[in-house]
Each structure stands twice: as C-alpha cells, then as structure tokens.
C-alpha cells in the first residue's frame, strides 16, 4: 500500500478520463440520458420564482385601506355594504351578524403581505387602540370576479 504526505494535508488525484461514447457525436445525447436543462425545466416548473406572476396582486396601499375599512365596519363606523366589492359572499354575511365594538377607533399602523400561492395573499397587520396592540389577520383570494377577502380576523386581547 502507497503513502503519500503533502505539506498542505491534499493528497494527489488519479487521472480520469470518461469512457468511450461509441457512436455518439460529440454534444448527442444518449436515450434516456437527463440533461442540466432537463432537471432545471422540470424544477421551474414545480417552483416558479416570484418574478413570474400572472396575477397582478393590489398594492400595500390598496390592502391597508381595505384592512382599515374592515375595522371601521368592525366598531360600527362604516357600513358593510361599502366593501362588497372585496368580501366573498361568506365573509360579509359573517361581518354583518357580527357584534359591533362601538365606540372604539383602531388605527392600523403596519401591515405584513405574504404570497403562498399565485392566486392568494395573507395579510397581517397591528391595530392600536389607546396604546394597546391588537393583531390581525386576512386572506385575499383571486377568483372570476378579482381579488377578495376571504378571511379577516381580529385577535382580542385576554382578559
């Protein structure tokens, strides 16, 4: 058995060279052989990247005010009806049965946008009322008739 030291610890490499391709030119692939271009098409098409959206998603902007017309119909300061353009049909039956915290006026200071899904958008905010923070949460959904919200959430604080 041969041993080699080297002054940096790397021990030599033996020669390679790739077996012969018969017939093949050079550049042909043989059947059934995966490409580079092969393996990053298939991986594309699992992973599309952020940049490649097909649906436009609404600004910050446009979801703040939306978040900020939720809570005011929340404390009874707007009506429904003003929003449902942007709630689904289950969400603005659960909205108008819901109690009103009348009286109170939130201000929603920041809001979070994730993008699960190219057709959805979750939304999470922090609402201040008198100096105490409250969390929200929303889903926006992408269907026939545009974006709308799906969920909206408001976690109270514990008693």
């Not at 990247?49 to 998603?57: F, S, V």
């Not at 946008?113 to 979750?122: G, I, K, T």
């Not at 009322?129 to 709308?148: D, K, P, Q, Y």
Request: charged letters at 25%; a positive charge; proline letters at 6%.
């Amino acid at each position: 058995m041969r041993t080699f030291q080297s002054d940096n610890g790397l021990l030599p490499l033996s020669p390679y060279e790739p077996a012969e391709l018969g017939d093949l030119a050079k550049g042909e692939i043989a059947e059934g052989q995966l490409t580079l271009d092969d393996l990053l098409a298939e991986l594309h098409a699992q992973h599309p990247t952020h940049y490649e959206r097909t649906i436009p998603a609404p600004g910050r902007r446009m979801l703040h005010r939306v978040l900020t017309a939720l809570l005011e119909v929340h404390t009874g300061r707007r009506a429904a009806a003003q929003l449902d353009n942007w709630l689904t049909p289950t969400l603005q039956r659960l909205i108008r049965t819901a109690p009103r915290a009348v009286g109170t006026r939130y201000v929603l200071r920041n809001i979070h946008v994730c993008r699960p899904a190219d057709d959805a958008l979750e939304v999470c905010g922090t609402a201040y009322l008198n100096n105490r923070a409250r969390a929200l949460v929303a889903r926006f959904e992408h269907g026939v008739t545009g974006w709308r919200c799906t969920l909206f959430t408001m976690l109270e604080p514990r008693r």
